[in-house]
């Protein structure tokens, strides 16, 4: 890509871009140019740490951390999910509050250091990078267990407990894998009978079957009390 003119450039590549209608002063370093429907700016980052075995003290519960992830540095804050530190060496869930938005897709690896004087403690991998602010302490540590191996049906399968319904084009968009990946799996999962293509979206069999059972029970209900109407009404 030395020297060239390109109309494209495949990950990891070194490019020079022209941009236009920004003013440089507004550029920094860690910046990420994206298409506009891909990748996401959060203030949280749900991850899987790995401590460095020959850290003299553990990492607790708050601790100000410096986070690397590609580029971006940012100053951000850690929640021990599992338990109230992670001893040296070692492996643990955890919540990442920063101070700045960081664009992160599942699957990107960090690494974590102390600010001052730097020193680097561990890294990880992001499993989700929404606030699950509705989830328990308890379900938020098996949801994210689920992915910790950053597999493409655990993925799927994981991020449908999560929002119930999806439309394929949304379906883990933000990720590494492709449409065609996705596509794939999708259509191999619903062989096994594990969610159900609906229109242009996608649930879990299990919640369809609960929600056909819902709405079974309510017509049902509705029927016994009132016989004589015809319909239901909503």
């Not at 730097?118 to 929404?130: K, N």
Request: charged share 25%; aromatic share 6%; glycine share 8%.
């Amino acid at each position: 890509t030395h020297k060239k003119d390109l109309k494209s450039a495949s990950p990891g590549s070194r490019v020079a871009l022209n941009l236009s209608g920004i003013e440089k002063e507004k550029l920094s370093r860690g910046n990420v140019i994206l298409n506009s429907n891909f990748g996401k700016v959060s203030t949280i980052l749900q991850a899987q740490v790995e401590m460095l075995p020959d850290l003299k003290l553990p990492l607790k519960q708050g601790s100000q951390l410096q986070i690397l992830l590609g580029t971006q540095e940012v100053l951000g804050r850690v929640y021990n999910l599992e338990k109230d530190k992670l001893e040296p060496g070692e492996i643990g869930l955890i919540e990442l509050k920063v101070k700045e938005g960081m664009t992160a897709i599942v699957g990107d690896r960090f690494i974590l250091r102390y600010p001052g004087p730097q020193m680097t403690i561990g890294g990880g991998v992001v499993l989700d990078f929404d606030p699950l602010s509705n989830f328990k302490k308890e379900t938020k540590i098996q949801f994210l267990s689920k992915r910790i191996k950053v597999q493409l049906p655990d993925l799927i399968l994981s991020e449908l407990e999560k929002r119930n319904f999806i439309s394929l084009s949304e379906l883990l968009e933000n990720s590494h894998f492709s449409e065609k990946e996705i596509g794939g799996q999708v259509a191999e999962l619903k062989k096994q009978n594990r969610i159900v293509t609906i229109a242009d979206g996608v649930v879990l069999s299990q919640k369809w079957r609960e929600a056909g059972q819902r709405v079974k029970s309510e017509l049902v209900t509705e029927h016994k009390k009132f016989s004589y109407k015809l319909g239901l009404i909503l």
